[in-house]
């Protein structure tokens, strides 16, 4: 999770939301990004998918069974479906997301009759300093 958050310290100091994400498949990293929606005029570049489309690139896979997520918020309805469809083994995540998320709040992706594969989901690793990181980075922008 550590490598996630320096990716959301990176993503924050582009100007972007601090999000920040790592795949790993028996304990190596596969792939890390963070969010890159702002620089890529992407509204679809999140950490979380550019992780994926990494990952599945570098094991020229679309299916990334047997890997694991950590991702420093709680995905939103988008990304749990990525990760959903990439077939993540694991999801780990940090902050929680109230407003937007899709896994433990809103859409609650994995919880629905449609979804074809659930990670295990792991909420609450460093959530303390992803909420944080989160807090400053808004708390800055209202300024």
């Not at 979380?48 to 309805?77: F, N, Q, S």
């Not at 902050?95 to 990670?119: L, N």
Request: charged share 25%; net charge neutral; proline share 5%.
């Amino acid at each position: 999770m550590e490598i996630a958050l320096e990716e959301a310290r990176a993503a924050a100091a582009r100007g972007e939301v601090p999000v920040g994400a790592v795949l790993t498949r028996n304990g190596e990293v596969i792939a890390r990004a963070g969010n890159r929606t702002r620089e890529l005029n992407d509204p679809t570049a999140h950490a979380e998918i550019l992780v994926i489309r990494e990952a599945c690139t570098r094991l020229d896979d679309e299916r990334l069974t047997g890997c694991d997520l950590y991702v420093t918020l709680e995905p939103c309805a988008m990304c749990a479906a990525a990760i959903s469809f990439a077939r993540i083994r694991r999801l780990y995540y940090g902050a929680s997301d109230p407003k937007g998320g899709g896994v433990e709040h809103g859409a609650r992706f994995y919880a629905q009759p449609t979804c074809h594969h659930a990670p295990d989901v792991y909420p609450g690793f460093a959530e303390r300093e992803a909420q944080t990181l989160l807090k400053a980075f808004f708390r800055e922008k209202r300024v």
